[in-house]
C-alpha cells in the first residue's frame, strides 16, 4: 500500500496533512499500510458535521436504525476473515483470536439493531389528581469514543454500536497502533446508509484528536477505554470543560484469580493459563495475581509452569501459535522492565521471562511466571499488560479473598473450587464488577455489562441494555390531562 487510508468526516473520506507506517508486530519488516495522522482541525471539522447531523438522526425511526446496524453486523460476519487478519496482522492476536474477536463485533451490532426496537419508556400516575407522568430516554447528543489497541474492532464496535442506536452522533479516533482494523470497520459502517455526518472516523494521535474531543464544547459526552493515567486526564478534561461533558471510563486492571485447595486442578491451570497469558496478557481483564492456597500451591505452580512449556509464541498469523508478540517495542520494554522489578523485588522467576528471536523480526517474550510474591510488590499492585503471571500463597479462603481486594483495581476476579459455600462468598464478597467462577477472568458475553469498580471503571456500564445508561439520557414529561 503506497497511498495513505482516509478519514471519514461528513460523509466523505478526506486525506490527512500527515500520515504514518502500521507496523507489523509479527515482522517489523512488514508495513501494514499508511494511515492519517489528523490534526485539529479534522477533528472540529469531524464534531461540527456531527453536531449537525444530530437533530435529524435522533429523530429517526427505530426502524430506519435497525436496518442500518444490522447491515454493518452481515457486513462484519461476512468478512470475518479479512477483518480478523487484519487484527492479527497489526495488533499481534493469533489469527482464531482475531478472527473470533471480529465475529463478536459483528454480534454486538445485531445485538444493538435489535436494541433500536427495544427502547421503552414508563408511565406512571402522579402524586397529584389529573396529572400524568412520563419518563422516556433520548439520545445524549454528539459523543467522542477513544478506544484502545487491544481490542481493534470489539471495543470500537461496543461503543459504536449503542451510540447509532439510541440516535446519538459519532466521532470515533481509533487507537493509532491498530488503524488498519479500525479502517475496515469504518468502512462498513460508511457503507451502511447512515445520513451524512453521523458517523465520523478521525485517526491519529490521541495528544492531538483526543484532545480535541474532551475541549470541543461540541462534543457532549467521552466514551474512553484506556490506560488510568489517561483515564483520569480524560475525566478532568471533562468537566473542566464548558459545558460539562458525560464521560464512561473504562480504565486498568490488577485482576485475582482464587484457586482453592479443593479446585480440580485441570481446570484451575487452563484458567489461569488462559486468563493471564492468552492474548498476550494485553487484556484488562487478565488473570495478573494467581493467589493460592497452600494445600494445592507447589502442584499449581508446577503444573502451570508445564503447561506454559508446550504453548508456541510465534508469528500471530502462523497455524499453531498460541500465543503472538506483544504490540510493539514500548510495550515489550514495559514487560521486561517488570521482569527485573520482580526479581529485584525477591519474586521466584519459574519460567519465561525473556524475549525471544522468531523467523521474523518482532515483539516475541516467553510468558513469565513468578511465585513466592507478595501482594505489596509492585509486580502484584501496577498493571503490565503482558504476559507476567505472579502467584500469592494465600493459608486459606479467607486469607485468600482478602489479598484478592486488596487492591486499587476492581475489574474482574475469579475463583476455582469445588466448594458451592466458597463459590457463592465469592460472589458476593469480590470487591469486582464482574466474577468468575471456574472460568478464566478474561472472556465475557456480549449482551451483558461490562464494568468494574474502584479504580478500573468510572461512569455507567458498558454493553447490553445497560448501556443505554450511558448513550442515553431521561426526561420527565408532565401533562394536566
Same mark, same amino acid.
Given at each position: 500500500?503506497?497511498?495513505?487510508?482516509?478519514?471519514?468526516?461528513?460523509?466523505?473520506?478526506?486525506?490527512?496533512?500527515?500520515?504514518?507506517?502500521?507496523?507489523?508486530?509479527?515482522?517489523? /519488516? *512488514?508495513?501494514?499500510?499508511?494511515?492519517?495522522?489528523?490534526?485539529?482541525? *479534522?477533528?472540529?471539522?469531524?464534531?461540527?458535521?456531527?453536531? @449537525?447531523?444530530?437533530?435529524?438522526?435522533?429523530?429517526?425511526?427505530?426502524?430506519?436504525?435497525?436496518?442500518?446496524?444490522?447491515?454493518?453486523?452481515?457486513?462484519?460476519?461476512?468478512?470475518?476473515?479479512?477483518?480478523?487478519?487484519?487484527?492479527?496482522?497489526?495488533?499481534?492476536?493469533?489469527?482464531?483470536?482475531?478472527?473470533?474477536?471480529?465475529?463478536?463485533?459483528? =454480534?454486538?451490532?445485531?445485538?444493538?439493531?435489535?436494541? &433500536?426496537?427495544?427502547?421503552?419508556?414508563?408511565?406512571?400516575?402522579?402524586?397529584?389528581?389529573?396529572?400524568?407522568?412520563?419518563?422516556?430516554?433520548?439520545?445524549?447528543?454528539?459523543?467522542?469514543?477513544?478506544? %484502545?489497541?487491544?481490542? %481493534?474492532?470489539?471495543?470500537?464496535?461496543?461503543?459504536?454500536?449503542? @451510540?447509532? +442506536?439510541?440516535?446519538? &452522533?459519532?466521532?470515533?479516533?481509533?487507537? *493509532?497502533?491498530?488503524?488498519?482494523?479500525?479502517?475496515?470497520?469504518?468502512?462498513?459502517?460508511?457503507?451502511?446508509?447512515?445520513?451524512?455526518?453521523?458517523?465520523?472516523?478521525?485517526?491519529?494521535?490521541?495528544?492531538?484528536?483526543?484532545?480535541?474531543?474532551?475541549?470541543?464544547?461540541?462534543?457532549?459526552?467521552?466514551?474512553?477505554?484506556?490506560?488510568?493515567? $489517561?483515564?483520569?486526564?480524560?475525566?478532568? @478534561?471533562?468537566?473542566?470543560?464548558?459545558?460539562?461533558?458525560?464521560?464512561?471510563?473504562?480504565?486498568?486492571?490488577? /485482576?485475582?484469580?482464587?484457586?482453592?485447595?479443593?479446585?480440580?486442578?485441570?481446570?484451575?491451570?487452563?484458567?489461569?493459563?488462559?486468563?493471564?497469558?492468552?492474548?498476550?496478557? =494485553?487484556? &484488562?481483564?487478565?488473570?495478573?495475581?494467581?493467589?493460592?492456597?497452600?494445600?494445592?500451591?507447589?502442584?499449581?505452580?508446577?503444573?502451570?509452569?508445564?503447561?506454559?512449556?508446550?504453548?508456541?509464541?510465534?508469528?500471530?498469523?502462523?497455524?499453531?501459535?498460541?500465543?503472538?508478540?506483544?504490540?510493539?517495542?514500548?510495550?515489550?520494554?514495559?514487560?521486561?522492565?517488570?521482569?527485573?522489578?520482580?526479581?529485584?523485588?525477591? +519474586?521466584?522467576?519459574?519460567?519465561?521471562?525473556?524475549?525471544?528471536?522468531?523467523?521474523?523480526?518482532?515483539?516475541?517474550? @516467553? %510468558?513469565?511466571?513468578?511465585?513466592?510474591?507478595?501482594?505489596?510488590?509492585?509486580?502484584?499492585?501496577?498493571?503490565?499488560?503482558?504476559?507476567?503471571?505472579?502467584?500469592?500463597?494465600?493459608?486459606?479462603?479467607?486469607?485468600?479473598?482478602?489479598?484478592?481486594?486488596?487492591?486499587?483495581?476492581?475489574?474482574?476476579?475469579?475463583? &476455582?473450587?469445588?466448594?458451592?459455600?466458597?463459590? =457463592?462468598?465469592?460472589?458476593? /464478597? +469480590?470487591?469486582?464488577?464482574?466474577?468468575?467462577?471456574?472460568?478464566?477472568?478474561?472472556?465475557?458475553?456480549?449482551?451483558? %455489562?461490562?464494568?468494574?469498580?474502584?479504580?478500573?471503571?468510572?461512569?455507567?456500564?458498558?454493553?447490553?441494555?445497560? +448501556?443505554?445508561?450511558?448513550? $442515553?439520557?431521561?426526561?420527565?414529561?408532565?401533562?394536566?390531562?
Amino acid at each position: 500500500m503506497t497511498d495513505a487510508a482516509l478519514n471519514f468526516i461528513a460523509g466523505e473520506w478526506v486525506a490527512a496533512g500527515d500520515a504514518a507506517p502500521d507496523i507489523n508486530p509479527s515482522n517489523t /519488516n *512488514d508495513v501494514v499500510g499508511l494511515y492519517p495522522r489528523a490534526s485539529a482541525a *479534522d477533528a472540529e471539522r469531524a464534531i461540527a458535521a456531527a453536531r @449537525a447531523a444530530f437533530p435529524g438522526w435522533s429523530r429517526s425511526t427505530p426502524q430506519e436504525r435497525y436496518e442500518i446496524l444490522k447491515r454493518i453486523s452481515d457486513e462484519i460476519l461476512a468478512r470475518k476473515d479479512e477483518i480478523g487478519r487484519m487484527l492479527s496482522r497489526e495488533e499481534g492476536k493469533t489469527l482464531p483470536e482475531g478472527v473470533g474477536e471480529t465475529v463478536r463485533a459483528g =454480534q454486538i451490532f445485531a445485538f444493538f439493531a435489535g436494541e &433500536c426496537l427495544r427502547l421503552s419508556g414508563e408511565i406512571v400516575p402522579s402524586v397529584r389528581p389529573g396529572v400524568g407522568v412520563e419518563m422516556t430516554r433520548e439520545a445524549v447528543g454528539v459523543v467522542g469514543l477513544i478506544t %484502545p489497541w487491544n481490542f %481493534p474492532v470489539a471495543i470500537p464496535a461496543w461503543k459504536i454500536a449503542p @451510540a447509532l +442506536a439510541y440516535g446519538n &452522533c459519532v466521532v470515533f479516533k481509533p487507537a *493509532d497502533l491498530v488503524p488498519g482494523t479500525a479502517h475496515l470497520l469504518g468502512e462498513i459502517i460508511a457503507k451502511a446508509g447512515l445520513p451524512a455526518g453521523v458517523f465520523n472516523m478521525v485517526m491519529g494521535r490521541g495528544s492531538v484528536v483526543g484532545e480535541s474531543l474532551l475541549r470541543a464544547p461540541g462534543i457532549d459526552a467521552i466514551s474512553f477505554t484506556g490506560s488510568v493515567s $489517561t483515564g483520569r486526564r480524560v475525566a478532568a @478534561a471533562a468537566v473542566e470543560a464548558s459545558p460539562m461533558k458525560k464521560i464512561q471510563l473504562e480504565m486498568g486492571g490488577k /485482576n485475582p484469580l482464587v484457586v482453592l485447595d479443593d479446585a480440580d486442578l485441570k481446570i484451575a491451570v487452563e484458567c489461569a493459563v488462559n486468563g493471564a497469558f492468552f492474548s498476550t496478557g =494485553q487484556r &484488562c481483564t487478565a488473570s495478573s495475581r494467581l493467589i493460592v492456597t497452600e494445600g494445592i500451591h507447589d502442584r499449581f505452580v508446577e503444573a502451570v509452569a508445564e503447561r506454559l512449556k508446550g504453548l508456541v509464541v510465534d508469528d500471530a498469523l502462523k497455524a499453531g501459535t498460541h500465543i503472538g508478540p506483544v504490540v510493539d517495542q514500548s510495550q515489550l520494554d514495559q514487560n521486561l522492565k517488570y521482569v527485573a522489578i520482580a526479581k529485584d523485588e525477591g +519474586a521466584r522467576l519459574v519460567i519465561g521471562g525473556d524475549r525471544l528471536n522468531r523467523e521474523t523480526p518482532g515483539f516475541y517474550m @516467553a %510468558p513469565a511466571l513468578f511465585a513466592d510474591v507478595d501482594n505489596r510488590m509492585r509486580v502484584a499492585r501496577e498493571e503490565i499488560f503482558g504476559p507476567v503471571g505472579v502467584v500469592i500463597r494465600a493459608k486459606g479462603y479467607d486469607e485468600a479473598l482478602a489479598i484478592a481486594n486488596d487492591t486499587e483495581f476492581g475489574l474482574s476476579s475469579g475463583i &476455582c473450587t469445588t466448594s458451592l459455600k466458597h463459590a =457463592q462468598h465469592f460472589k458476593r /464478597n +469480590a470487591e469486582a464488577g464482574m466474577v468468575m467462577v471456574n472460568l478464566p477472568t478474561a472472556g465475557v458475553d456480549y449482551h451483558v %455489562p461490562f464494568g468494574g469498580r474502584k479504580g478500573s471503571s468510572y461512569g455507567p456500564r458498558e454493553q447490553g441494555a445497560y +448501556a443505554k445508561e450511558f448513550y $442515553t439520557t431521561v426526561k420527565t414529561s408532565y401533562t394536566l390531562a
